[in-house]
């Protein structure tokens, strides 16, 4: 049997037979046969052959219309053998469920329940930490698609969390920046899988990495740790914000390295001298005002919020993951991993100490000398508009591009150029355009 024979037999069993008794033989039941035949063809191809969340969307509407009810669907082992099982499992892993038990994961493998067993023991399924194995794996072992791996590293004095995205093709390390953690870039990673062996990495103090001293060199030796331990040889270093400064600083220190790329990996305007164009007075006044807001925003940093008040919050990042128009999984992981659960109280990462320490080092770094000492390829990246929160600022932020292009400019190595449309949240905004530049530059110099 065919998964379209299996659609047809399926819509006759469940609802056209009993219809036919319902209406006692009317013949209008034969013309619903001859629709269902052509439409299964066409349910079938959607699933074998449509965009992803074309083929989700048409194993959904025909699981939800042939097995009706309040629970969700949670079929048989045998049931992920047959085809429509087989199609639902390649294109959606369980569509319900985010992990599946050792039994049904074997079930939609076709292996037994002890061989995901080893699968996982060896490595080469992932363990959901909820048990079982995540849904998501299966779906991509089944394509044969590289597994993506949380891994935690031991860099020494904390344990560093990484996300390797899989595949042998040349690794790329992606960084996150200040405030942030691996999950925000999900998206961008999973554009550039196709060409890179893509591990994303949660900087000391951010995310599921430990806490520790910030400083520029414990940052890159945590990275060099991450390269030693997954036997990463000589990684491409792409970076967004902070982990464009961490990727600067790698390229400078890593003459073999095939590229580095900072995604507006730039320290805040901190001097009237850095803003040309605008006049010193009103530089030293706006500088001022801006660097206030920030002392605020330091203040926040690894705050308590009351049990009462993270529902509201999860409700407000989901309503700002759409107005970016971002993935809202994505998002919402990303909020709740940079969330700490401790004796009864939930607080934010990074802590007031680390967010200190950051800002103190990016007020304090000077990337001129670190673009002219560094000689393997580097690109920068530049935004061409304002954050909504940087518009009040626009004429100073507007001086510190020119800046940055003239800083770039004078160390005559990098290769810059301006993102059309893009602000500070580029790796948001368009991670399908910036894949394809990383990619290009990447690739035209290895």
């Not at 030693?228 to 967004?240: C, K, N």
């Not at 994505?330 to 009864?344: K, P, T, Y």
């Amino acid at each position: 049997m065919d998964l379209v024979e299996q659609i047809v037999r399926l819509m006759d069993v469940r609802l056209l037979d009993p219809l036919e008794v319902l209406l006692e033989g009317d013949d209008a039941v034969d013309a619903l046969r001859d629709l269902v035949r052509l439409r299964a063809r066409r349910w079938a191809d959607t699933m074998r052959h449509g965009s992803d969340s074309e083929a989700v969307l048409a194993a959904a509407r025909l699981i939800a219309t042939l097995y009706p009810s309040d629970r969700a669907f949670d079929p048989p082992p045998d049931w992920w053998a047959t085809p429509l099982g087989q199609a639902v499992a390649v294109r959606a892993g369980h569509p319900w469920a985010d992990s599946v038990s050792y039994a049904t994961a074997g079930a939609m493998l076709g292996i037994t329940r002890q061989g995901v067993h080893d699968l996982v023991r060896r490595g080469r399924l992932p363990r959901h930490p909820d048990g079982g194995v995540p849904s998501a794996a299966i779906r991509d072992r089944l394509r044969g698609e590289p597994m993506i791996n949380d891994r935690l590293i031991d860099a020494g004095d904390l344990p560093i969390a990484t996300r390797d995205f899989g595949g042998d093709q040349p690794p790329l390390l992606l960084l996150h920046g200040a405030g942030g953690n691996l999950a925000q870039l999900t998206t961008l990673a999973r554009a550039l899988r196709p060409h890179h062996r893509v591990i994303t990495v949660d900087l000391r103090g951010h995310g599921r990495s430990g806490d520790g001293t910030w400083s520029w060199d414990a940052a890159l030796g945590d990275l060099a740790a991450v390269c030693v331990q997954m036997e990463l040889d000589r990684p491409a270093v792409v970076g967004h914000s902070l982990g464009g400064m961490l990727a600067a600083l790698w390229g400078q220190r890593h003459p073999e390295a095939p590229g580095v790329v900072s995604l507006d990996g730039n320290p805040p305007p901190t001097r009237p001298e850095h803003l040309p164009g605008l006049d010193p007075a009103k530089a030293t006044a706006e500088l001022a005002r801006l660097h206030a807001i920030f002392d605020q925003m330091e203040a926040l940093g690894g705050r308590v919020i009351p049990a009462d008040q993270l529902p509201d919050l999860v409700e407000s990042q989901q309503a700002a993951a759409r107005d970016m128009g971002a993935n809202e999984k994505v998002w919402i992981e990303g909020f709740r991993r940079n969330l700490v659960h401790a004796d009864g109280e939930t607080s934010t990462r990074p802590s007031a100490a680390v967010t200190s320490q950051l800002r103190k080092l990016m007020n304090e770094l000077d990337l001129g000398p670190v673009y002219a000492a560094t000689t393997c390829p580097e690109l920068l990246v530049l935004p061409t508009r304002d954050l909504p929160e940087q518009e009040p600022f626009a004429e100073l932020y507007a001086a510190h591009r020119r800046y940055l292009v003239e800083q770039a400019s004078q160390a005559g190595h990098p290769r810059y150029l301006e993102l059309a449309d893009a602000s500070h949240a580029m790796v948001i905004e368009q991670p399908m355009v910036l894949a394809g530049l990383i990619t290009d530059f990447l690739t035209a110099n290895r």
